[in-house]
């Protein structure tokens, strides 16, 4: 079954780089409707291995904090040791501010980007406490990250719950040592691989919310 997985991941990225497409269907869709925790999405999509990855409110002046899943509804995946969120709870989303067609004044522009539009400290440590919750983490909240699964530098969006997790420590974390997570560094080479016009602001997207672990593997960035 994960080989089946892989194999149709596999072909959505290369329509994604080679062709530039806006739509797979793999006859197992599941839309975002049905798997969402919030409503207010966009029908706008881009595809996702198991169906479009769903389209957020994008930046807001104001953040507020949102409903999280039910409590122990998550549950971690794990490759290799390295932990990975639920898709089921976690699908991820987009901010619909980020495009192709402007990354040089998005993302790409000089000065940065994401600490115009990344909600406030006030707001995302209530939201990480109900979804640890959500997850069912006991372990040290200092040690872990309420991380955007496709990242503010890939054009993630910024409160949607869809696309907020706690992530757990790496394996062989020191405890008490703060967050440091292999998934951060990934998500700054394919900000840099998508600023470079290496691959496409979509397959970054898409390869992120498959698997962190394997996004730059699949993408031939590493």
Do not use: F
Not at 152 to 170: C, I, K, S, Y
Not at 176 to 183: H, Y
Not at 186 to 210: D, M
């Amino acid at each position: 079954m994960r080989s089946t997985s892989r194999a149709a991941s596999t072909v959505i990225l290369a329509c994604l780089l080679l062709a530039g497409c806006r739509s797979v269907s793999l006859g197992t869709s599941t839309s975002s409707e049905s798997r969402s925790p919030a409503a207010g999405a966009s029908d706008t999509a881009v595809p996702n291995e198991s169906g479009p990855i769903a389209v957020g409110e994008g930046p807001q002046k104001h953040y507020t904090v949102r409903q999280q899943p039910t409590v122990g509804s998550c549950h971690y995946r794990y490759e290799h040791g390295e932990p990975l969120e639920d898709p089921a709870c976690t699908p991820g989303a987009i901010s619909p501010a980020v495009t192709q067609a402007n990354l040089k004044s998005t993302i790409c522009r000089k000065g940065g980007y994401t600490s115009d539009v990344r909600p406030s400290a006030y707001v995302t440590g209530k939201e990480k406490k109900l979804n640890a919750a959500s997850y069912g983490y006991i372990g040290s909240m200092a040690d872990a990250e309420y991380d955007h699964l496709i990242s503010l530098q890939l054009g993630g969006d910024p409160n949607d719950p869809r696309n907020l997790w706690v992530e757990p420590a790496d394996p062989g974390h020191k405890k008490g040592a703060g967050v440091n997570n292999k998934k951060d560094p990934v998500e700054t080479k394919l900000h840099t691989a998508v600023c470079k016009g290496q691959v496409s602001l979509a397959a970054a997207q898409q390869a992120i919310v498959t698997d962190w672990t394997t996004a730059l593997t699949v993408l031939h960035l590493g």
